[in-house]
């Protein structure tokens, strides 16, 4: 490995950090007045410029401007938010990083680690714990009622999705009807 620094060029590197947001929040974000400030201040130090680049679907072309004149983009805006989804910011995050800037979290990247998935495959080193992979609703059909069963409760989470969205909180009871009861964590 060498120790070349990842940003050569004579100036110093800038960085945008992205978030959700709207107008008025992107008009009045400064490296100081937001929940990232820390990495604000870390990357400072460190010498780079950073700038806040707040994210709205209805603002994608000043921010597609903004994140083109950067070296470099790390991204903090969930899946699903409110009912918001990335379907027009993920696009947007490719284009820029295949004009050069490098993108955290890149679109590509999360499809291929998978999310949630990537709690089933890393289970083993050390972190994990009794976790299951349904691949498909008859897979999950045929053998999570055994697993329920034998534990007792079960969380069930969807591959996307944050801040609790499509998380379940699964035990089974007994009384007729449906055997299983769920409830949204």
């Not at 990083?97 to 709690?119: F, N, Q, R, Y």
């Not at 994990?128 to 349904?134: A, K, P, Q, V």
Request: glycine content about 8%; overall charge positive; charged content about 25%.
């Amino acid at each position: 490995m060498d120790n070349e620094a990842p940003f050569s060029s004579a100036r110093p590197p800038k960085v945008a950090i992205l978030w959700r947001g709207d107008h008025v929040a992107r008009t009045a974000a400064t490296p100081q007045n937001n929940r990232y400030c820390h990495i604000f201040a870390e990357l400072q130090s460190l010498g780079i410029h950073a700038e806040p680049a707040v994210y709205a679907d209805d603002m994608i072309d000043e921010v597609r401007r903004q994140l083109l004149s950067v070296d470099g983009v790390l991204v903090w805006v969930n899946p699903l938010d409110d009912g918001l989804t990335r379907a027009k910011l993920d696009p947007l995050l490719r284009e820029v990083a295949s004009e050069g800037p490098w993108v955290s979290a890149h679109p590509d990247v999360i499809l291929k680690m998978g999310v949630k998935e990537v709690l089933h495959r890393t289970k083993y080193l050390g972190w994990g714990t009794d976790t299951h992979l349904y691949r498909t609703s008859v897979e999950l059909r045929e053998s999570f009622p055994a697993r329920l069963g034998a534990g007792g409760v079960r969380v069930l989470k969807q591959n996307r999705g944050n801040a609790g969205q499509g998380v379940w909180k699964v035990a089974q009871v007994k009384r007729s009807g449906s055997p299983f009861v769920s409830v949204p964590l």
